[in-house]
């Protein structure tokens, strides 16, 4: 009996004290997170002075989409999360690389959860922010956060610190992704509702956290002649964190570059036909890797060129480029370019060195300073620097080949891959659909659009063009990396890329540092097909002696 009132009493005296501790500690739900529209034209009127005609804005806001529906889908997760944590998370996540942050997780630092909330936080409170904002993001994963939730509940000690598992990262919006639209940044698109994309589902099997979709250059900047890059009516104006307004954002990947730049995740994955990895990436300070035609699937990606494009990745180092490059290789049947690689560790990377490594470096650009002081870091620690002046040639019925292909390739996503609300078949249906209302889907026109109808060239036709590009890009290389026995030849940016991006040869530019002004540059690494990971050796090797990539300022918080 006396055993039993005791129980009682326990219990009760437990019921009252829980009840009392609910009611005198509330939990706290942060306000939502709000973003409110502004008067742009001061904004759009400094643009105007600026010298690149290419920086002359017509807007920079979307004006088919309140931007609150970026983080519509998370805003009721996000209200829980503290800000104070956020704030105590920051040394520990901010610019750090994969293994590091792994190894965080392992030690109970933070969880896979909590990662995945501090970015969502992060992209949220920064894009609400019209002094900060950079549209690099067109919407958030309502399923991110469950799905680091399970992640967390796998034995830590079984998780290889060089792998994915549970880092977010961020898709361009031209790769299909289930449970959000896929709309290359056009209205003709907006609604578009897909299957994941092959490489969508190598990250998936590598247990990945889909943190979203970035923002691009409208139909991966193959819409219009001499408009922004990093413009899309969906997503608005992409901006460049090293310099708001005033720096160009590359393209087309621009929402990918501006993501990984302010640190908006882990990684993203952005996609190239001839310069639209490697732009953002070097005028965004961060690491990106533009394949060989062949590494990486194709499949579920709206397309330019199956002869040309291809995804990559884009990081803030090597150690995380090549972690990301492993998870996304497979071979893809679905796809006739794809191949099946050799397998490789991730880990190797760290590997790298420029020591006894023969670089070839342009004469002509030692007139850039930033270049010409990587080029004396190289030489300083042991690279073996071949001076060469490669001369310049055209690329004739280089446009051909895309306005072909794209006229080919894209009626066939459509009908293999988009969703039913699509109503476009082809591109003769987009310029029709972009007419309907042009200052709306098109303010800065379609002319590449109407010259893909204009352009009669025939398959047969086609194909020598290709076969003769190909032989000029080839040559243009070879005749210095074979007959100098270059490890790799050695670019600024994307100066290159429409000659990598013909011969089929992969390219890595990592951040050389910056201009008198501010703005980012990156040394460019250029080899034969198939040498991704000797590429990203020297890149660490080089990243490991430079350390140029730096936090924009503005964006430590």
């Known amino acids: 009996?006396?055993?039993s009132l005791l129980l009682f009493l326990s219990i009760s005296y437990c019921l009252f004290s829980c009840k009392q501790a609910q009611e005198e500690t509330p939990v706290i739900k942060n306000e939502p997170i709000v973003w409110q529209a502004y008067d742009e034209t001061e904004d759009l009127a400094g643009t105007q002075q600026l010298e690149n005609p290419r920086m002359h804005l017509k807007l920079i806001n979307s004006k088919v989409r309140d931007k609150?529906?970026?983080?519509?889908?998370?805003?009721?997760?996000?209200?829980?999360?503290?800000?104070?944590?956020?704030?105590?998370?920051?040394?520990q996540i901010l610019e750090k690389d994969i293994p590091t942050l792994q190894q965080s997780i392992k030690n109970g630092i933070f969880t896979y959860e909590e990662l995945t909330l501090f970015y969502l936080y992060r992209i949220a409170s920064i894009?609400?922010?019209?002094?900060?904002?950079?549209?690099g993001v067109i919407v958030l994963n309502s399923n991110a956060v469950a799905k680091a939730r399970e992640y967390d509940q796998v034995d830590k000690n079984q998780i290889d610190t060089y792998s994915v598992f549970g880092m977010p990262i961020l898709l361009k919006d031209n790769i299909g992704t289930a449970g959000m639209n896929t709309t290359a940044g056009a209205i003709a698109l907006q609604d578009n509702q897909t299957g994941n994309a092959f490489i969508t589902e190598r990250l998936e099997a590598e247990n990945a956290v889909i943190l979203g979709k970035a923002n691009l250059s409208e139909w991966a900047y193959f819409l219009c002649t001499g408009c922004p890059v990093g413009y899309s009516a969906v997503g608005g104006q992409t901006i460049n964190p090293y310099g708001r307004l005033q720096f160009e954002s590359g393209g087309s990947s621009s929402g990918s570059g501006v993501s990984v730049a302010a640190n908006y995740a882990v990684a993203a994955i952005g996609t190239e036909t001839a310069g639209s990895i490697l732009s953002p990436s070097s005028q965004n300070s961060v690491v990106g890797l533009k394949p060989t035609i062949g590494a990486l699937s194709r499949t579920g990606i709206v397309p330019i060129s199956s002869t040309l494009d291809t995804p990559g990745p884009m990081t803030k180092n090597t150690i995380d480029n090549s972690i990301i490059y492993h998870a996304l290789v497979g071979k893809d049947l679905a796809d006739s370019k794809s191949v099946t690689l050799p397998t490789f560790n991730a880990s190797e990377v760290t590997k790298g060195s420029v020591n006894g490594k023969r670089f070839g470096v342009i004469k002509s650009y030692f007139a850039d300073t930033l270049y010409a002081k990587a080029i004396d870091k190289i030489k300083a620690n042991g690279g073996e620097i071949i001076e060469i002046e490669p001369e310049r040639v055209n690329l004739p019925g280089f446009l051909t080949v895309l306005n072909i292909d794209m006229k080919k390739d894209?009626?066939?996503?459509?009908?293999?891959?988009?969703?039913?609300?699509?109503?476009?078949k082809n591109i003769e249906d987009a310029v029709a659909f972009n007419k309907k209302d042009t200052l709306l889907h098109v303010p800065y026109g379609q002319q590449l659009f109407e010259g893909i109808l204009a352009d009669t060239t025939t398959d047969q036709e086609l194909e020598k063009i290709k076969n003769n590009l190909e032989t000029i890009s080839r040559a243009y290389f070879d005749v210095f990396l074979d007959d100098y026995?270059?490890?790799?030849f050695l670019s600024i940016n994307n100066y290159h890329a429409a000659y990598a991006a013909m011969a089929k040869y992969p390219a890595l530019t990592v951040p050389m540092g910056y201009t008198e002004d501010g703005e980012p540059e990156g040394l460019t690494f250029i080899g034969k097909p198939f040498t991704e990971?000797?590429?990203l050796q020297l890149g660490y090797g080089y990243e490991q002696i430079s350390k140029e990539r730096k936090l924009p300022k503005g964006y430590e918080e």
């Open 1 to 3: 009996m006396k055993k």
């Open 68 to 91: 609150n529906e970026i983080w519509k889908p998370v805003q009721g997760i996000l209200q829980g999360f503290s800000i104070a944590r956020y704030k105590e998370l920051l040394p």
């Open 127 to 135: 894009e609400s922010d019209n002094d900060r904002a950079l549209n």
């Open 410 to 424: 894209l009626p066939e996503y459509i009908e293999k891959h988009a969703g039913t609300s699509v109503t476009i």
């Open 485 to 488: 026995e270059l490890d790799a």
């Open 533 to 535: 990971m000797d590429l």
